[in-house]
């Protein structure tokens, strides 16, 4: 399963961006779409995810942030809006899941799209 990560980009804090993330190949079923995000010498932390039960986000995201989906397309949508600098990052997106034929289990990484937040 492969996963295509856009959107990211520059922007002046206060506006907005938002990710997109559409999986492809072999997709039976998807249990979650999740945006992470990673600065330098600093581990991926969980920024938002999606479920069939609902959403989670992380503690600074603080509403500023929406995870979507469109189930037919595999894909998932993070909507940021009030961006600050501190939130300038390399995102990554991740979904596992189950797929088709063997029903074999997956769990995959996008390549990162950067966001970039000036002052």
């Known amino acids: 399963v492969q996963l295509q990560a856009s959107g990211g980009g520059l922007v002046q804090a206060g506006g907005s961006l938002r990710l997109s993330c559409a999986a492809s190949?072999?997709?039976?079923?998807?249990?979650?779409m999740g945006w992470y995000r990673q600065v330098p010498e600093k581990s991926r932390e969980l920024v938002a995810l999606i479920t069939d039960a609902g959403t989670r986000y992380g503690d600074f995201v603080k509403g500023r942030f929406t995870i979507s989906r469109d189930k037919a397309k595999n894909t998932a949508y993070l909507q940021m809006n009030s961006l600050k600098p501190e939130d300038t990052a390399v995102y990554y997106c991740?979904?596992?899941?189950?797929?088709?034929?063997?029903?074999?289990?997956?769990?995959?990484w996008g390549q990162g799209t950067l966001v970039t937040v000036s002052s």
């Open positions: 991740n979904v596992d899941g189950f797929k088709d034929g063997d029903y074999s289990s997956f769990d995959s």
């Open positions: 190949g072999s997709v039976s079923r998807i249990n979650v």
